[in-house]
Structure formats: C-alpha cells, structure tokens
C-alpha cells in the first residue's frame, strides 16, 4: 500500500522509500515553537560542545598518562565516560565469565570505542585510518585495535580469524558497520 500516489509500486503492499521519509520538514514555516527552542537551546549546545572537546582532550592528553603511573586507569575511564555523557549498559556482563570470543556492541557515536575501555580488555575491529591520525591512534590503543581495511571482506575475515587463534583478547564488533540512533532503524 503506497502513501504517494505519483510513484508506481510493484509491491503494492509494501512501503517505499519515499513514505519513510518526510518531505515536509524543510517546507515548514520557521515560527514555531520547535524552532524557538532550537534558537534558544544552540547556544547551550555549542558551549557543551566546547566543553566536552576540552575534556576529551584533557583526557587523552595527560590524564590516561597520570592514571596509568597510579594505576587507576578504569577510575579514570568511568570518569571519562560521565563527564563525556556517555552511559554504558552491559548486557550479559556474567557472560564475560566465560571468555567469549566475539562481544557485539551498539554504535551510537564515535566515541563507542573509547567509551568501553575501562570495563573489560577486548581487541576492537578499527578502521585502517585510524592508524594514520595520533589523535585516534590514541584514543583506541587501550582496546588493542585491530586495523582493517572495509574494502577487502576477505582479508578482514582472515585477520579476524587469525586475532581470535593467537590472543587472549575477544573482539567487539559493531554488527551496523556504522553510527545509527538505535531507535528508528539498524544500518
């Protein structure tokens, strides 16, 4: 059953992706009082925004060194995680008991990595250019990444299998293969 009646649908019981999408929320008037709240809430917004990069980057900086030499490092990773609003639900957590080889993981942002770190040790799959930039180089070290390349499925297939014959380490996955909300559909 198609909503649009200017597009032929030969599944005519099925939605297309034309209904999914809503084509009026550019066409609306800018008086409203979502857009007022909008107004009122970018300035807030920028100024976490700014906030939280400084904190990130205080973090990765000299933190993670400090907590380190005092070995404090999951105290410091959950501190991490609250100032950078990040909360963390592991489902399962006695399943770790028993050293699983793969450990599945929602991908919300881009910080899901880092957001993990303090709560078990897990080799992550980490896109290839993640090595070339210190920055995330650093950010995903403590989770023992595993660097591959997306465009070779099979190469990445062998690396996995390979990581899980030779360390002790089980690998996260992101089953989406990038960011969604979690709430309106999966990748």
């Known amino acids: 059953m198609s909503l649009r009646k200017d597009i032929a649908d030969p599944d005519d019981d099925k939605l297309c992706i034309e209904d999914i999408v809503f084509h009026t929320r550019f ?23 700014i906030v ?7 973090f990765e900086f000299v933190l993670f060194h400090i907590a380190r030499l005092f070995h404090a490092n ?3 990773y959950k501190f991490y995680r609250f100032c950078a609003g990040q909360i963390v639900i592991l489902d399962g957590k006695k399943n770790l008991a028993l050293r699983p080889r793969i450990i599945v993981q929602n991908h919300i942002t881009a910080l899901d990595i880092v957001a993990i770190r303090g709560d078990f040790k897990c080799a992550a799959i980490s896109p290839l250019f993640y090595q070339k930039f210190w920055v995330t180089k650093q950010m995903v070290k403590e989770v023992h990444p595993l660097y ?10 062998r690396q996995i299998k390979a990581h899980l014959q030779t360390s002790e380490f ?4 992101f089953p989406e293969g990038a ?8 990748l």
């Open 27 to 49: 066409a609306r008037p800018l008086l409203t009082w979502q857009f007022l709240f909008f107004v009122l809430y970018v300035p807030f917004g920028l100024i976490i925004f």
């Open 52 to 58: 939280r990069i400084f904190l990130i980057l205080l």
């Open 74 to 76: 999951e105290l410091c």
């Open 148 to 157: 591959v390349r997306y465009d070779d499925r099979d190469a990445v297939r």
């Open 170 to 173: 089980p690998i996260m996955c």
């Open 179 to 186: 960011m969604t909300s979690g709430e309106s559909c999966l």
